[in-house]
């Protein structure tokens, strides 16, 4: 039996660890922050991780590196000139000193901007000079942030003859005095509490000197610590951004954002091979700092690209030091990810063994499983042993039940290879019931990779592929801000994934620009485009192209399918229809423009898509007013259309008003797909369950099929495809293998 | 005493009318559709008016004038190419041929236009050519249509070469062959069941032949009926845009459209005096046909200014007719009302002694009284005398009694000169419940110009000007589409005009044209931007004008006021925030741009503007997520900003989701106007009421007061304001004059 199965352990219950490990069947051990590995790890009963960060800890460094701080472009509040005085602005109004220092020493000519936000335009350096100022204080002081550093400081630009009543932005290089994720846990997790901590610096590998420091000080590591069978990197170079505001609270956040991933150096050797310079606007972009929902510009992804590049060649060389060591490369897929991107052109050949992540959804479990170019995977479950979760009062019984629920129908899709858990093992050994359990879910995890042969549930026929700006890079990506967060104007669009994640279906992701480059992929039978409208995940002004907007109209006309949800190919034209494929949906999204025009609506009942919807249809927030022009309604509330088909040359097309993810929506997702491809026929082709509460995975190779309750009640469905007929009952949470 | 009252009368029930008449004191009389004036109204007991259709009606014009036909630009359907094969478009598809015909015999490649919609190219009359063909058949046929007239027939239009998957529209001049106001009255009123009547087609004064049998037949008419004393015309040459579907059923109405208007010699002369040529784009508008929530156009405004000239200058042939006849001349606003711009600069020189309209809110009932340049105003009061309320389940007392608590909140500020009913009086008379109340209406009426010396009651200091992209020419005429009715999408900015009409301000409109051209008016101390983003009423991109922003910007800053409701000033920026005045509101609407910042939202408690916000806020549609960039948040809800207030220089900024008419919300609206100014001080100037539900007027001249209970419940408050502080209880609905 592969055991699959990575546990943290401590020191001072060793007899406990043992006998667990023997009955859990435990391959792999790790430390958890504050917790020491008992000595007996390196008598090779299991493998042994070891967390690593290459850029930041090492304070004998830290303080020979002051010039090579990570930094990042930030945008000064807007100011408004309310005469054409002078204007003062104190860039670092609303920003942390403790997080941040303005570089004032550098080419500001170059690396500060003062744009004028009222007309757009850039400001001379002749029109403003900047004087350097002390930091301002911390609004309602938070203990917890301690002292300012010695170098904190603010800066005073001066615009001396404003436009009155325009509004000004300063756009500044700042360098950062404090790590993001570590300023997170003291302001959060007590760390300030704890005499024993420092605050870490991080240094940019962008400086040669420190990059030469970075690789040397890895085999220094690697020789004092041989007991480490496999270096987990947490990550690598350049956080996600992280903004904290003046009152020590989270400012800004995006899980995607190269922010951090700024330097002089970078920024030189960019101008040299892209042929142009990025200015700062290209990463404030208007005090948008790219989110991903904007639509993205092509100097962003150039900035991308070139960042990945680089990080897969570092990181490339670190991998090369920790196998010549004889030892595996993992990379923790968080905190310093930037640059990493696994779905993106430079991953594979960094060479490393294995990707770990935290599994909080079946779309993140997915984006996990299904990264190319490592050996294996490995996730990391809820609930992490700590005591929120771990004391009398706690149920992490129901904690565990939630979490593999969630993720066991992203896992029977594509097995991850591993699974483990965080935190201190003392607290776990105090909940037996809980041991039960995680003995049980990882008794099926393994089940999913023997009783399969090893091998993928079958699909159903029809190949899907989520077209947005980002296409691919972002697969299993989209509609996020911060990892794994719930946010009220996304959750609408992020059950398209979630539902997807479970389901019998190959799934792609395609950006605009590979329709544009080299048209839709021939073995694709629907499209889905999803998202509200002004967004890179919808589109917005990308479908003002007519190239974009003609290739998807002929894949459909030709047969294709066309799933939208929400206000898909929305284009903001300025003639004609809002969404750009409106001829395709036969529903067109209302903004007040089309108000004279009078609607006779009509509802349809009873459509393939709709079977199994038992209750009102939950589309999540409402994305606005959608009328009908010609397609069927199958749903309607308050005037608008909620579900739509329409037929459109050979082709057809479906519009869902919003897909937050329930069972029941993930099956109106799973027949859309297959209607919208033509292929309602083969609904049972690979198994089907009338329960959309329990869903069903095939393997024709050894002609079983497992069957899985998502529910933490008993249900009942039945069972029908290639020689399945058949009425069953299932225990809560069950998940059984039949034969058949 | 002026009797101010018109009253519908007929033949065959002489004793009850004129006991009525002297009763009520009625000095004008009317006949309904159907009805006959009895032959004693020539004995000069009261005026008696009559309507008049100058554009319609007369059969044997209409026989000699067919090619003097009102004309439409319309748009066909838009067609999708599915290869490069011709592509054909059957003009007519989704229009009754019992209304339009498509006029192929004028100068097509002047007024045709095919245009690829996806990507706005208007295509050269050589890429295309057009037949002429039979009418396509009714769909689902209508019995109240009848048979298609014999010149009913549409045409094809082959474009020889498309671009495959690019998407098509023919615009066409469309002649008008039904009336669309006899043809709603033959399709809802059963008009189709009396064989009397036949079916008009609309001759247009454009053309000289009809222009000059227009004005002789006026001539004659007046000469034929010299019992009349007032000539209300109804109204004049242009219908509103009407227009039904091949179903029959409406399929497009815009009560401010100018499609209707349209002919050759009308586009010829335009042509010449402003010294550009119109294209049928010009009024198709993509599809739009310029609706009023479009930011209109300068070639749409430039129509509107020559057809109002035109208009002006025929209509006030007319009325020196009729003057020179010794007669009245009265305008019905209704119908054929295009051109007479009632707040437009041609009006006043038209000559009109008055104008009636029907009364639906206080809104329309200010839109009446508020005219310019007229004699006096007559208000046309619900319910009329008609069998679908004066029944015996029917409750005519009800219908009066809601009206009048809707239009006297108006009345009170501005009286209309008249009040008028319509219908059969013989109906009436059955219900003398209903007569005592009409009685005790026209009476409280009365008391409006007698008790208050004549005098309108005072104002709050703090003078309003709604600001959109219309301006005066739209005074209280602001987001509707069909006349008074109820549309989801426009109610929640409706409550504005709707709280203003009865709300103690001196009010004004202001375009932003106005505001770029000679500034804000120095007496105006709060604007007010209403509506969703993408519209004429906030604004859409005229705030990309800079000197639009600084403008607003200054005058806050100076100590002016700003009220914002819904997406107010929204811009659809390229960069920066997405409210043009974000920094004045000290709010942004959020778009899935900003997610990323995170919010951290407080609500304050107590506050002037909010003092009598009982309930729960009500907005009605949820305009979209609003975040707080410094705003004091007063009422916030679903994790978006609902009331906000901002300090911005010595001004202030008030910010409202949504202000759908309630008493509540129109206190919330009189408050915010007031703090806005700085002018919560003179809260009591011109008295207050505690109860919302009871409003109060202040007549300084003749010192007394006027209080009404807006409420069909007993309503106590308490007054106070100079010299005044009285608790009080009125009774339902009453109204109650107080000396102070």
Redesign the interface.
């Known amino acids: 039996m592969e055991a699959r199965l990575t546990l943290p352990i401590e020191t001072g219950i060793d007899r406990e660890i043992r006998e667990l490990m023997d009955r859990l069947g435990v391959d792999a051990v790790r430390n958890s922050d504050g917790t020491e590995l008992p000595d007996w790890v390196s008598e090779g009963i299991a493998k042994v991780y070891s967390t690593y960060f290459p850029a930041r800890g090492d304070k004998e460094w830290e303080a020979q590196s002051a010039g090579e701080r990570v930094c990042q472009f930030l945008m000064s509040d ?1 100011v ?1 000139a ?1 005469s054409a005085d002078p204007l003062e602005i104190n860039v670092m109004r609303g920003y942390l000193p403790a997080q941040f220092r303005p570089d004032t020493d550098c080419d500001r000519g170059k690396y500060w901007q003062v744009i004028d ?4 335009r850039t400001l001379a350096p002749e029109e403003w000079s900047v004087v350097a100022a002390a930091p301002l204080p911390l609004v309602d002081p938070v203990a917890k942030v301690g002292e300012y550093p010695a170098e904190a400081a603010s800066a005073i630009v001066t615009i001396a003859a404003p ?5 000004y932005t300063v756009n500044f290089l700042a360098q950062q005095v404090w790590d993001s994720t570590q300023m997170y846990n003291y302001l959060t997790n007590d760390w300030a509490d704890d005499p024993k901590r420092t605050k870490d610096q991080p240094y940019d590998v962008a400086y040669h000197r420190t990059w030469e420091h970075v690789r040397s000080a890895l085999a220094r590591w690697l020789q004092d610590h041989p007991e480490v069978d496999v270096v987990r990197f947490t990550t690598f170079f350049y956080h996600f ?1 992280l903004v904290f ?1 003046d ?1 020590a ?6 899980w995607f ?1 190269y922010s951090a991933s700024v330097s002089i150096p970078a920024l030189e050797k960019f101008a040299q091979q892209y042929g142009y310079e990025l200015t700062p606007e290209d990463f404030v ?5 790219n ?1 991903p ?2 639509l993205p510009t092509k100097r962003f992804r150039d900035w991308i690209d070139f960042t990945s590049r680089e990080v897969a060649a570092k990181a490339g060389e670190l991998v090369r030091e920790v196998h010549e060591a004889g030892r595996e490369a993992m990379m923790f897929l968080g905190d310093n990810w930037m640059g990493m991107e696994p779905y993106g052109p430079h991953f594979p050949a960094i060479g490393l063994d294995a990707v770990v992540g935290s599994v909080g959804s079946a779309a993140t479990c997915r984006m996990i499983a299904d990264i190319p170019g490592v050996k294996y995977t490995e996730g990391r479950f809820l609930p992490y042993f700590f005591p929120d979760v771990f004391n009398p009062e706690g149920d992490p019984v129901k904690e565990a039940n939630d979490s593999w629920l969630t993720a066991r129908r992203a896992i029977v899709r594509h097995p991850l290879d591993r699974i483990g858990y965080g935190g201190y093992l003392s607290l776990a050994l105090k909940h037996p019931d809980f041991i039960d359990r995680m003995e049980a879910i990882v008794r099926e995890f393994r089940s999913l990779h023997t009783e399969s042969g090893g091998l993928r549930p079958a699909n159903a026929r029809p190949v899907v592929a989520v077209l947005n700006a980002w296409g691919k890079l972002r697969t299993w990506q989209t509609h996020m ?2 990892h794994a967060l719930w ?4 959750y609408s669009y992020l059950g398209v994934i979630e539902s997807l994640a479970g389901l019998p279906f190959d799934v792609r992701f395609l950006s605009f620009d590979e329709v544009l480059e080299t048209g839709i992929p021939a073995d694709v039978s629907v499209l889905i485009n999803a998202g ?4 890179a995940f919808s589109g917005g002004q990308a479908w003002a192209d ?1 190239r974009l ?2 290739a998807v ?2 894949f459909v ?1 030709r047969g294709g399918g066309l799933v939208g949800v929400g206000e898909p190919t929305a284009a ?6 809002f969404l750009a494929l409106a ?1 395709v949906f036969g529903v067109d999204r ?9 609607r ?1 609506p009509v509802a349809t009942e009873g459509h393939f898509v709709t079977t199994d919807l038992q209750e009102r249809f939950d589309f999540g927030e ?1 994305p606005g ?1 959608v009328v009908t022009l010609g397609a069927t309604v199958l749903a309607q509330s ?2 608008s259309v909620r579900i739509a088909v329409h037929a459109f ?1 050979s082709g057809r097309a479906v519009y869902l008003a919003g897909l937050p993810y329930s069972p029941q929506n993930s099956r109106l997702l799973h027949r859309s797909l297959l209607w919208a491809a033509g292929a309602e026929a083969e609904w049972a082709s690979v198994l089907a369950s009338t329960n959309p509460q329990v869903e069903v995975a095939y393997y024709p190779d050894v002609n079983r099929c497992f069957v899985y309750n998502n529910t933490d009640q008993p249900a009942g469905t039945h069972l029908t495809g290639p020689g399945v007929d058949e009425e069953l009952e299932l225990a809560p949470m069950e998940g059984r293998w039949l034969d058949l």
Request: hydrophobic letters at 15%.
């Open positions: 807007p408004t309310s936000r009222t007309t757009g436009e009155p009543f325009h509004s951004t505001d009152r609270r989270e400012k800004y956040v995006d954002g972009d208007g005090g948008h700092y989110t929902f904007r801000v911060a946010y009220k104007q996304i509200t409208r002004d967004t007519p907007q003609t109209r002929e006309w903001s034209p300025a003639q004609g229809p001829d209302e903004i007040g423009w089309t108000l004279s025009h009078t006779h409402d007013e308050e005037g040359g």
